[in-house]
């Protein structure tokens, strides 16, 4: 039973570990057949990739020859091209095929399905009748029978292969994947953006298919006209024997304009089914810009909406301070503080999420949060890894701005303050190292009268034994995030490791003699 990889092991390594930690802790006693390879793994994001390539190759070059193929053409030597890289690029759906059945493994019912036996069952129910269907070599029988058809080689050939657009049907799994590979480079973290991406990417390939359609009506209008007078509109706008690239540009712009507007009149309609389908891209320019409008304004509701619960929080607090008549200096303060904590965190309440997740994987995110903190501050480096798990629950988050009082010199001490990033000031340190507490400690573990801490340093470690009077005062010269550590959480914990806590109290009175010592 355990982990078993055998493709090299950089490809097969989960990306984001923290984000399928679930599926990764339900994987740990259970067995992976050979040559599985796990989901969210750089293999299979890659490999997905390519498999998005290839559609987006296939929904634009298609529609593309079958559009702007010359029917009459009789030279087929030029289309031979086409044939061997439209087989080269077909042999990646194959190769996709044996993978997706005997690979990759997949996400059933929450559950990720390790055994080949069981990978192969769902991909036979899921996908394989239309994944064979997608690229099957129907143009093979126009290779074999290419002089019982009449028309040239490459214009049938672009017809016959159709049925690659069935791939579209795995479009939202390729955008998935996207997804995954620019939240593991951190290039995004809001999935309103992929949303626009999905609209954006819908709306252009659905104006290139109707390009390609518009352009492809208004020369077989022509082909089949008895008469020799050509009325379509490519012969009308001057189009015909232009270069191919006009040709393509004045078709997608025709579509474009009408699906945005309706038209300019510089390109209209001439016959009867050019005027048909003029109205169904007219029909579905205003459904499809509804839609657009539609989900632009839900995806700036999104994005406004963190941004407005802070702003309305900060007016609250405006009108709060002005009804208690508070100094101008708090209200600034109290500002300079909610933006500093929305520049941070963008509006997200980290206790109130954190407390929302089940019990199991909130302590796993907690582990994931805090337990390297835990190992670099020196009173608990030698503690162990069960002790230090239970501990990393109790670190509550505190974010200061800089010139804040963090510890107010007298007041009695009820908790550890660990600094995670920024820098403190430590002043007004004179007790009288004679004056012993029950425990061992010193009224004050700090004799000089300034003090710099900087990341991963630690100060009021006594409060956790004793209830000790502050005998110094703590500022904040930076913007610093701090964890504190409470003696009412700090004591459940250590009460289940007794061994631990004479360990601690030891630990804290070397680190207490250290610092109370002259420099």
């Known amino acids: 039973n355990g982990w078993r990889y055998s493709l090299l092991d950089r490809h097969l390594r989960p990306k984001r570990p923290a984000k399928i930690y679930a599926l990764s802790e339900q994987l740990h006693d259970t067995f992976i057949s050979p040559y599985v390879v796990l ?12 498999n998005f390539v290839y559609l987006l190759y296939s929904s634009i070059v298609i529609p593309f020859r079958i559009a702007f193929m010359n029917e009459q053409s009789a030279h087929t030597s030029q289309y031979y091209s086409w044939i061997i890289l439209d087989n080269v690029l077909d042999v990646i759906i194959w190769v996709d095929i044996a993978l997706q059945a005997y690979c990759f493994a997949v996400v059933h019912n929450g559950r990720v399905v390790t055994s080949r036996r069981e990978i192969l069952w769902i991909y036979t129910r899921r996908w394989l009748k239309l994944d064979v269907l997608s690229v099957l070599p129907f143009e093979l029988i126009a290779l074999a029978h290419n002089d019982s058809w009449g028309i040239s080689l490459g214009y049938l050939l672009a017809w016959l292969r159709l049925n ?130 539609a989900c632009m304004a839900s995806i700036v509701s999104i994005l406004e909406a963190s941004a407005t619960d802070f702003r309305l929080k900060v007016d609250y607090l405006k009108r709060y301070a002005a009804y208690r008549k508070l100094p101008e200096e708090y209200v600034e303060k109290v500002t300079e503080y909610h933006n500093a904590l929305w520049q941070r965190q963008k509006g997200a309440e980290e206790v109130a999420l954190l407390q929302a997740l089940p019990a199991s994987l909130r302590a796993a995110v907690y582990r994931t949060l805090n337990f390297s903190i835990l190992k670099k501050v020196p009173m608990f480096s030698h503690c162990g890894s069960l002790f230090l798990h239970s501990l990393v629950n109790c670190l509550q988050p505190r ?66 034994f004793e209830l000790v009077r502050r005998e110094y005062a703590v500022r904040a010269l930076t913007e610093v995030q701090i964890y504190i550590l409470t003696k009412d959480r700090f004591d459940p914990v250590v009460a289940m490791y007794p061994s631990v806590k004479e360990q601690l109290l030891e630990q804290a009175k070397l680190i207490c003699d250290a610092q109370a010592a002259p420099r």
């Open 39 to 50: 989901p969210d793994t750089t293999l299979v994001v890659r490999w997905t990739f390519l």
């Open 164 to 293: 690659r657009l069935l791939r579209y049907s795995r479009l939202n799994r390729y955008f998935n994947a996207l997804n995954t590979w620019l939240e593991a480079k951190r290039m995004h973290r809001d999935s309103s953006v992929m949303r626009l991406v999905k609209v954006f990417f819908f709306i252009l390939n659905f104006g290139h298919w109707l390009a390609c359609l518009w352009y492809f009506l208004g020369r077989t209008e022509d082909l089949n006209s008895a008469s020799s007078r050509f009325s379509s509109w490519i012969y009308v706008d001057g189009v015909a024997g232009q270069p191919l690239g006009r040709r393509y540009i004045r078709s997608l712009y025709y579509v474009l304009t009408t699906m945005a507007t309706v038209g300019y009149g510089d390109i209209v309609p001439h016959t009867l089914a050019e005027t048909c389908l003029a109205l169904v891209i007219m029909m579905l320019g205003g459904l499809i810009y509804s839609a657009v409008v």
């Open 399 to 464: 974010l200061y701005i800089a010139n804040t009082i963090i510890v107010h010199k007298g007041e009695i001490g009820h908790e550890m303050f660990v600094v995670v990033a920024g820098k403190v000031e430590i002043t007004n340190a004179t007790c009288a190292l004679e004056e012993q507490l029950p425990s061992g400690f010193c009224k004050s573990t700090r004799q000089h009268s300034h003090e710099v801490l900087g990341d991963c340093t630690f100060f009021g470690e006594a409060s956790l």
